[in-house]
């Protein structure tokens, strides 16, 4: 099988390893700098940006001669809250429809659910119903694959990504003031994401939409507290002054269609 990946970073370059064991691989990246250690892997490379006006980069033979893409993009609207993201992805779509892709992964964010203050529990069957403007992209995006009739598509919303060199308690270490303390955690590690890409692959699992979250919801000060302690690092503060807000993420789907199991505990 001939597989895409478009976006070859922290998640998308180990996911395109390991698909290249079996499968033919191209991925692609934004600098000619990252292009080698691509080729070094088995993977086909090619230097790709995607802006909303069109592409830089031969897109055309990207997606040439593939069956499956999978979209692994950030979305840039934390640096970049006017970034048009659900442009880009229409643009890639244009692409999409005329090449031969009969498939497609995306990989989307558990921040599509709002975070309230009961601690809702999502499965995929709640409506994704953020309101913060990156959120609202995202969601759109999602739908516009999930409806394009030229190809059929599979939506991942990963929990928070931690791995190797990864780890959000680096960033709270030093911080103080960390608002919502009770709020639960909803993390997910690096292997488990590349597995469940390749179990949806594998078995065909498309027209779905998955989360995909450890189950371990332990509150935000007690788990980065605890794992700061085991990093040795210094102890994030929390505010206790505010109403803690957030959300619980059940990855429903990916027992009862994958019938997947976690292998790594956050």
Same mark, same amino acid.
């Given at each position: 099988?001939?597989?895409?990946?478009?976006?070859?970073?922290?998640?998308?370059?180990?996911?395109?390893?390991?698909?290249?064991?079996?499968?033919?691989?191209?991925?692609? @990246?934004?600098?000619?700098?990252?292009?080698?250690?691509?080729?070094?892997? /088995?993977?086909?490379?090619?230097?790709? *940006?995607?802006?909303?006006? /069109? @592409?830089?980069?031969?897109?055309?033979?990207?997606?040439?001669?593939?069956?499956?893409?999978? $979209?692994?993009?950030?979305?840039?609207?934390?640096?970049?809250?006017?970034?048009?993201?659900?442009?880009?992805?229409?643009?890639?779509?244009?692409?999409?429809?005329?090449?031969?892709?009969?498939? @497609?992964?995306?990989?989307?964010?558990?921040?599509?659910?709002?975070?309230?203050?009961?601690?809702?529990?999502?499965?995929?069957?709640? &409506?994704?119903?953020?309101?913060?403007? #990156?959120?609202?992209? $995202?969601?759109?995006?999602?739908?516009?694959?999930?409806?394009?009739?030229?190809?059929?598509? #599979?939506?991942?919303?990963?929990?928070?990504?931690?791995?190797?060199?990864?780890?959000?308690?680096?960033?709270?270490?030093?911080?103080?003031?960390?608002?919502?303390?009770?709020?639960?955690?909803?993390?997910?590690?690096?292997?488990?994401?590349?597995?469940?890409?390749?179990?949806?692959?594998?078995? &065909?699992?498309?027209?779905?939409?998955?989360?995909?979250?450890?189950?371990?919801?332990?509150?935000?000060?007690?788990?980065?507290?605890?794992?700061? *302690? &085991?990093?040795?690092?210094?102890?994030? &503060?929390?505010?206790?002054?505010? @109403?803690?807000?957030?959300? *619980?993420?059940?990855?429903?789907?990916? *027992?009862?269609?994958?019938?997947?199991?976690?292998?790594?505990?956050?």
């Amino acid at each position: 099988m001939n597989i895409s990946i478009l976006g070859t970073g922290w998640l998308g370059l180990p996911l395109a390893k390991k698909l290249a064991e079996k499968h033919t691989v191209k991925g692609s @990246v934004t600098s000619r700098e990252k292009m080698q250690q691509l080729r070094d892997a /088995g993977i086909t490379p090619y230097q790709i *940006k995607i802006f909303t006006e /069109g @592409v830089q980069g031969d897109l055309t033979s990207f997606l040439a001669h593939s069956e499956i893409l999978i $979209i692994d993009i950030p979305p840039g609207l934390r640096s970049d809250p006017e970034a048009d993201f659900v442009g880009k992805i229409g643009r890639i779509m244009d692409y999409i429809e005329k090449s031969p892709i009969e498939k @497609v992964i995306f990989v989307s964010s558990t921040s599509v659910y709002k975070d309230e203050e009961g601690f809702p529990e999502y499965t995929e069957e709640n &409506e994704a119903n953020s309101t913060i403007e #990156a959120a609202k992209q $995202i969601i759109s995006s999602e739908k516009m694959l999930l409806n394009n009739e030229h190809f059929q598509t #599979a939506v991942i919303r990963f929990g928070g990504l931690i791995g190797p060199g990864r780890h959000p308690v680096k960033y709270l270490a030093n911080k103080t003031g960390i608002k919502n303390p009770k709020a639960p955690v909803n993390l997910i590690q690096q292997k488990d994401c590349i597995e469940i890409i390749y179990q949806i692959i594998k078995k &065909e699992a498309w027209n779905k939409v998955f989360n995909a979250a450890y189950p371990d919801h332990t509150t935000k000060e007690a788990y980065y507290t605890k794992t700061a *302690k &085991e990093m040795n690092l210094n102890l994030p &503060e929390f505010d206790q002054n505010g @109403v803690s807000k957030g959300k *619980k993420i059940s990855s429903m789907n990916l *027992k009862e269609v994958l019938g997947y199991e976690f292998e790594e505990a956050i």
